[in-house]
């Protein structure tokens, strides 16, 4: 067994679907902010990352890509059911996301998720050389930290959430809290998007497991484990380079063609899910043109909504209520070969999505809860010739970073209307002040940036563990 220094642990191995006939195995750039994040940091490097491969049943070998090497983890069908669809999905994802979906508690569910969480946990432990790093990511295996440190004691552990943690009120509806919050606490070092979700885990992990400590560090099972916020972002060189592609180029000018060369263009890019407001965006747009607002013969919206969790009860409604909805604007307001929307329920590739970026005057991102929300940072990245509108929920990760976007409650139907026609009718001059500000921001905090951050505070995490007793005892004093 191949064994690594660093071996990642994300619910998703990345990798196409069809492993060509020579065995040769290529990215897949699955939608997902997870996905797009590691592929950028993990690209080159010895790394193992430990995954599910997408499929049911047996897991067969996969070859490395390029020097990466990947540990698939099987799942069953009741397994996929019960850990990803059930309890990640059905009740952690609408929890954590401010409950905007009713989450659902079912014990078979919970069952499942621990079972499969020890799987990953197994294979983990098994391709992590002596003394390595590991690193865990995501609600879908929470109890993963924990388990290793049973496992394989030796390894320094990292856990980062990309999606936002809870405040205490809402994760103490969970019947397994104490479980979840223990296992997470199994980390060195626990990473989160936003300062706030650390400040939750320290409260709850005082009220709950009688921990001590503050939103930096909390005193736990005689460890220090370290707290902190790490905003995600994405590989801005390559996404500026792309859209700067004479492919994307021309794209994009096809595209301002067919879509109304004197047209303003909105565009909204999300994974069909709840959690992303679009149909708050809906219900605005077309009250725009109810009220006259904004006429068809010179504004087009174009909504990509990639298909995403097909199987689950409450992604099925909403793309039901979604493309509905879409007809009855389009039915009321386009004319013949000018409809209002363009919805577009399909995957992308990347230089696709990067010629859309570059054809929308403005970008509408209004997710009702995001942990980061990665769409706006892309959109940021293509705009090189700082033009271009971000309008952006309040609600997202990102808004804490781009301060200078058109910032938005899309709760406030009224507000989420007033922004939207903002932004189409700013200035050029107030538009590229806004974006070479969020441009520079970006820049300098990208996805390396991220991952230099977070592993060498993980780096930093495990020197002190060495010197633990003295830092226990200065963390007591203070706490
Ligand atoms: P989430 O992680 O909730 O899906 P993010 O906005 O953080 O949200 O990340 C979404 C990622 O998925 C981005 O990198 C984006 O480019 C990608 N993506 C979104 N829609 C599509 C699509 N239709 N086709 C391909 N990739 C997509
Ligand atoms: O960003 C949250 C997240 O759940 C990621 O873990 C994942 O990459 C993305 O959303 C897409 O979700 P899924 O893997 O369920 O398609």
């Not at 939608?31 to 940091?41: E, K, N, T, V």
């Not at 107030?430 to 990208?446: G, K, P, V, Y």
């Amino acid at each position: 067994m191949r064994q690594s220094s660093l071996v990642v642990v994300a619910n998703r191995l990345p990798l196409d679907d069809n492993v060509a006939p020579d065995g040769a195995c290529e990215w897949r750039r699955s939608p997902g902010g997870l996905a797009s994040a590691l592929h950028a940091i993990l690209e080159g490097t010895t790394a193992t990352w430990v995954g599910w491969g997408g499929g049911i049943g047996a897991a067969p070998p996969l070859p490395d890509i390029g020097t990466l090497r990947l540990r698939p983890v099987a799942l069953s069908e009741d397994e996929l059911r019960g850990y990803y669809e059930g309890f990640a999905n059905t009740t952690l994802w609408p929890l954590y996301h401010d409950a905007v979906e009713q989450p659902v508690f079912d014990r078979g569910w919970w069952e499942t998720y621990r079972t499969v969480n020890r799987r990953f946990a197994e294979a983990a432990a098994e391709v992590a050389e002596p003394g390595a790093a590991v690193w865990v990511q995501d609600y879908h295996l929470q109890l993963v930290p924990q388990m290793i440190r049973e496992l394989r004691p030796d390894v320094l552990i990292g856990f980062f959430m990309h999606v936002p943690f809870p405040p205490p009120e809402l994760f103490m509806q969970l019947p397994r809290r104490l479980e979840l919050l223990g296992g997470m606490l199994g980390a060195d070092l626990v990473g989160f998007q936003r300062e706030q979700a650390a400040h939750n885990v320290a409260q709850l992990a005082g009220k709950m497991l009688g921990a001590r400590g503050a939103d930096d560090a909390i005193i736990y099972d005689g460890r220090v484990v370290r707290t902190g916020a790490f905003p995600v972002s994405i590989d801005v060189t390559e996404m500026e380079a792309l859209s700067a592609r004479p492919y994307v180029l021309n794209q994009a000018r096809q595209l301002k063609h067919d879509l109304g060369q004197h047209k303003k263009v909105l565009l909204s890019v999300d994974r069909l899910d709840y959690t992303k407001g679009i149909e708050h965006r809906l219900t605005a747009y077309s009250e725009l043109l109810r009220d006259g607002r904004i006429k068809v013969r010179d504004t087009v919206m174009v909504q990509v909504a990639v298909p995403s969790r097909e199987r689950v009860e409450s992604y099925r409604g909403l793309k039901d209520r979604i493309e509905r909805e879409v007809g009855r604007i389009n039915g009321e307001y386009g004319r013949v070969g000018e409809p209002a929307i363009h919805y577009l329920n399909q995957p992308f590739d990347r230089a696709d999505l990067a010629a859309l970026y570059r054809t929308a005057d403005v970008m509408v991102v209004t997710p009702l809860r995001d942990g980061m929300n990665l769409v706006a940072k892309e959109y940021v990245a293509a705009r090189a010739d700082d033009t271009g509108a971000l309008v952006l929920s309040e609600f997202a990760g990102a808004a804490a970073e781009l301060q200078d976007a058109f910032q938005v409650n899309p709760h406030d139907l009224d507000g989420l209307k007033k922004t939207l026609l903002d932004a189409l009718d700013a200035t050029p001059a107030d538009l590229r002040r806004r974006m070479q500000a969020m441009r520079a921001h970006i820049t300098e905090n990208d996805i390396h940036a991220w991952a230099r951050a977070y592993l060498s505070a993980l780096d930093h995490t495990g020197q002190l563990a060495r010197r633990l007793p003295r830092q226990r005892a200065v963390l007591a004093d203070r706490a």
